[in-house]
């Protein structure tokens, strides 16, 4: 295990067993389909690599980037668009693969702009689902885990950009926070390029 990690939430053998629970699911939900899975940048890599090849399906893969900005405790709900997708959907069935819903904000307004673009449906997949209340409500139709309000790391989760790597999903230790710094909660509501 990483030194700097507290707790390990959910092992790569417990994410493996879940991530093709959910392969099963969509791969039967989507037969027949033409399905586009469409993971954001950066966080959901691991997972939508992982998740594609648990699908059963003929299927395209395309990714967005897009950065939330805010300047409390939470994010602004002002999201822009980084990197977009390559063509238009109003063919395709969109599958967003998240690696986490903290206050819903960000996949709200993604969901806004994908929803004008006349999808022929649109649905959420996520790792990471936190149990706290939304600021922005989400219909999020595939889940791996709920998990309570706590900040974790790995598996694509970053702190401060690090940690992505990690094949498991754990909990930081404190002493990792530098003690002037705000909470780790609060870090990926900040201008910088977080995602
Ligand atoms: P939202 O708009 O508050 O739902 O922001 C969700 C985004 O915040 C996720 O895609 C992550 O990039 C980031 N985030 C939220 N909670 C965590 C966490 O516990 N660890 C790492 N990143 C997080
Ligand atoms: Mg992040």
């Not at 053998?13 to 939900?29: H, M």
């Not at 899975?37 to 648990?54: E, H, Y």
């Not at 790792?127 to 939304?134: A, G, I, P, S």
Request: proline share 6%.
């Amino acid at each position: 295990m990483h030194q700097d990690i507290e707790e390990v939430l959910f092992s790569t053998e417990t994410i493996r067993a879940r991530v093709a629970e959910l392969g099963a699911r969509i791969t039967s939900d989507y037969a027949g389909k033409t399905l586009l899975l469409l993971g954001t940048l950066k966080g959901a890599v691991p997972f939508i690599a992982d998740l594609a090849r648990a699908i059963e399906l003929p299927l395209e893969l395309d990714y967005m980037a897009i950065s939330s900005y805010g300047n409390s405790t939470q994010s602004s709900g002002v999201v822009r668009i980084l990197k977009d997708l390559e063509g238009p959907i109003d063919n395709k069935h969109v599958l967003i693969v998240e690696d986490i819903i903290d206050s819903g904000q960000t996949l709200h307004y993604l969901m806004e702009v994908l929803r004008q673009r006349r999808p022929l449906s649109l649905r959420v997949c996520t790792v990471l689902d936190k149990e706290r209340e939304r600021v922005k409500p989400i219909m999020c139709e595939y889940t791996g885990f709920t998990i309570p309000d706590r900040f974790v790391v790995g598996y694509g989760l970053d702190y401060a950009q690090h940690y992505r790597n990690l094949p498991y999903i754990g909990t930081l230790k404190p002493a990792v926070y530098q003690a002037d710094e705000p909470e780790p909660e609060h870090q990926h509501i900040s201008p910088a390029e977080h995602r």
